[in-house]
């Protein structure tokens, strides 16, 4: 049984008479038709599994009408197992004069709301009255609608961690369930999982998605991750802001353009909560909303975007660039702009490895900020990524102690953001200071801190740490084709040509254009470029200027 998705509610009707059955299907069609979907079965176990079906789909059932006399199991027995997937249904018993007493009793069994005796003709005086009083009431209860994406999993899980955030900076609504609460449980026992492994992912159609990966995710959840076309204009690659400037700027200037992000559009600037200093936003913007923004535009000019797409390599072929995936696919184009962006390094510290996503997390990890309501937080770093998270977490946190291996805030912080966190009463900084180790079974419990000037260790307790502590660039899929410096970040233009020579493989008699790296017609923007500047505005700017210089090589080539 598959019923179409309803979005007021579901009266469900069950009875073994098939004659019986679509009568009431019918009087509650001609009463109720126009406000909820009228479901019908036959018998106990279809019924219950097609309320395993809507409750995995997010439907919403508001009465249950079943008839008491059914072979293999009986309306009794049925109604205690539909309480158990749908505990806010209001249950109603059909039943012959002879049984009432059964009837009398099922209301303490299963919470029976009423009973009606058949016939129950006419409908006006005897069904529709006791109807209309069960819907008022489950109107009025709590019953929200939830949206279609859920996640069932443990509150102390990297993976579910992991899950939460991908689908909340890709902007797909979902909704959180604890494996240990009644209603995580009533989703697994209606996927047929027994919560061993985790997380569960339940899509808006109601399959069920046990420990997925990013790639069926995003597919699943109705995220981009084939391209359309075997050749484009422009390949952008990585979308942060460097590249989603780029896939504006590309799209908007005709170009056929395609942007492959690896996890989410937005990079890091998309998980800060909040940027104050980006031109034309003199109130301050979130970067989700930045990015929401970026790629809705990007969108609307033709730009297709594909998620979860993990690039392996660029390799030349005569005039075309060709960019490889993980899984053996390829997509080719004129030309490549390489905004890989930057990830947040590894705290090296004993026990941060094993806590990682249980407690202590990389980047501000925006999912994670209603849970540390009241608590005691430790933030890793000192520049404006760290700044910006002690401000957005300074809200609801008890205490927020900003981790600086340095003097002070003044060597990489921008001074809006120091003036706001020393106005903060709940933030607090300690300079030369570093983490020594992270203890906790199962999640973050407990920091070892260092001086640095005294070589003094404080043993601290904490549930919570971020760290920010400098990036690396994500270019090692790189090594042999794309000329990098030794800390790994892109060489392009003036920075190929030191001694006014081109590369050694450089085969144009020009030399190379400011972003373009050794490989002609494969340009880089933002963080991943040496020497850039590792600002928002700057890598939004790198990608337009970038797709200008895609336009002149392309006129050249």
């Avoid at 509610?9 to 073994?16: E, F, K, P, R």
């Avoid at 508001?62 to 749908?86: C, K, S, T, W």
């Avoid at 009533?186 to 339940?202: C, E, K, N, S």
Wanted: include cysteine.
């Amino acid at each position: 049984m598959a019923p179409e998705r309803s979005t007021v509610g579901v009266i469900m009707t069950v009875d073994d008479d098939p004659g019986v059955s679509r009568a009431v299907a019918r009087d509650l069609r001609r009463r109720y038709g126009e406000s909820y979907r009228i479901v019908r079965a036959e018998s106990g176990e279809s019924a219950l599994d097609a309320l395993r079906e809507l409750k995995l789909r997010g439907d919403l059932v508001a009465v249950i009408l079943a008839d008491y006399r059914m072979p293999q199991m009986n309306g009794i027995e049925f109604l205690e197992q539909a309480l158990d997937v749908y505990p806010g249904a209001r249950r109603v018993l059909l039943t012959a004069y002879a049984d009432t007493s059964a009837a009398i009793d099922a209301i303490n069994v299963v919470d029976l709301d009423h009973y009606l005796l058949k016939p129950w003709d006419p409908p006006e005086e005897k069904l529709y009255p006791v109807l209309d009083d069960l819907l008022e009431a489950w109107r009025c209860s709590d019953f929200r609608p939830v949206p279609s994406t859920k996640v069932v999993g443990h509150r102390w899980s990297a993976r579910s961690s992991d899950v939460r955030e991908f689908l909340a900076r890709n902007q797909v609504p979902y909704r959180w369930y604890s494996a240990d609460e009644p209603e995580g449980k009533r989703l697994l026992a209606a996927a047929g999982q027994d919560g061993q492994r985790l997380p569960l992912v339940i899509t808006p159609d109601g399959t069920p998605l046990v420990e997925p990966e990013a790639p069926e995710l995003a597919a699943q959840v109705g995220l981009a991750t084939t391209p359309a076309e075997d050749f484009y204009d422009l390949v952008v690659i990585g979308g942060g802001p460097a590249g989603l400037g780029a896939a504006v700027y590309g799209a908007s200037e005709g170009l056929r353009t395609v942007l492959v992000e690896r996890s989410a559009t937005g990079g890091q600037a998309g998980q800060s909560s909040r940027i104050e200093n980006y031109l034309g936003f003199p109130d301050g913007v979130s970067g989700a909303q930045l990015t929401d923004r970026a790629r809705r535009q990007a969108a609307k000019f033709g730009a297709e975007i594909l998620t979860a797409r993990q690039v392996t390599g660029v390799e030349v072929n005569g005039a075309a660039r060709t960019v490889r995936f993980s899984d053996g696919s390829a997509v080719a184009a004129h030309s490549v702009i390489l905004a890989t962006g930057v990830s947040y390094r590894q705290l090296d510290a004993p026990g941060c490895n094993d806590l990682t996503g249980c407690g202590v997390f990389y980047g501000s990890a925006l999912t994670e900020a209603a849970s540390c309501q009241g608590h005691d937080v430790y933030i890793v770093g000192g520049a404006n990524s760290a700044g910006q998270a002690a401000m957005y977490l300074s809200r609801g946190a008890k205490s927020v102690t900003l981790l600086v291996r340095g003097a002070d805030l003044s060597a990489s912080m921008s001074y809006y953001l120091i003036q706001q966190i020393n106005e903060a009463p709940n933030i607090s900084v300690r300079a030369r200071t570093v983490v020594e180790s992270a203890h906790g079974l199962g999640r973050l419990e407990q920091l070892t801190l260092r001086d640095t000037e005294t070589g003094e260790t404080e043993l601290v307790d904490a549930q919570w740490m971020f760290v920010f502590i400098g990036a690396a660039p994500l270019t090692d899929w790189l090594d042999g084709t794309v000329l990098r410096d030794e800390h790994g970040f892109i060489l392009a233009g003036p920075d190929l040509t030191p001694d006014g020579r081109p590369p050694a493989d450089w085969e144009l008699d020009r030399p190379p254009y400011h972003l373009e790296t050794n490989i002609p017609g494969v340009f880089v923007a933002g963080d991943a470029r040496a020497e850039s500047a590792k600002r928002v505005a700057s890598a939004v700017g790198e990608g337009a200027m970038a797709v200008m210089l895609v336009h002149r090589y392309l006129e050249q080539s």
